[in-house]
Nanobody, 123 residues
């Protein structure tokens, strides 16, 4: 089900920054984890970052580590992905997701997805 709504995508030159927002206010079930994914044409979907909503430290893919930051607002209604030092290879459709499992399936098979927002990084 598509119950999440992403925004904040756009076009930026290499080295620039964007902040993506995921509105999770329509969720009626308490999520256990939230995550960001991305997908480019012809490539497999890639998990960029995830974090358990209650506690725990965030996880980042090696491809974005040190450049991207996942965060939530105090009410955990909004999820953010701050993207700095963007590279052309970051170009993709970015999706936010939420899961209900306590094991790794929470982010391997999220229960809820957004429709995606396009990020384009030019060289």
């Amino acid at each position: 089900a598509q119950v999440l709504l992403e925004s904040g995508g756009g076009s930026v030159q290499a080295g620039g920054s964007l902040r993506l927002t995921c509105n999770a206010s329509t969720l009626t079930t308490r999520s256990r984890c939230v995550a960001w994914f991305r997908q480019s044409p012809g490539k497999e979907r890639e998990r960029v970052a995830h974090v358990y909503t209650g506690d725990g430290s965030p996880w980042y893919a090696d491809s974005v580590k040190g450049r991207f930051t996942i965060s939530r607002d105090n009410a955990e209604v909004m999820l953010y992905l701050q993207m700095n030092s963007l590279k052309p290879e970051d170009t993709a459709i970015y999706y936010c997701a939420a899961g209900t499992r306590y094991d790794t399936n929470c982010y391997h098979q999220p229960n809820y997805w957004g429709h995606g927002t396009q990020v384009t990084v030019s060289s």
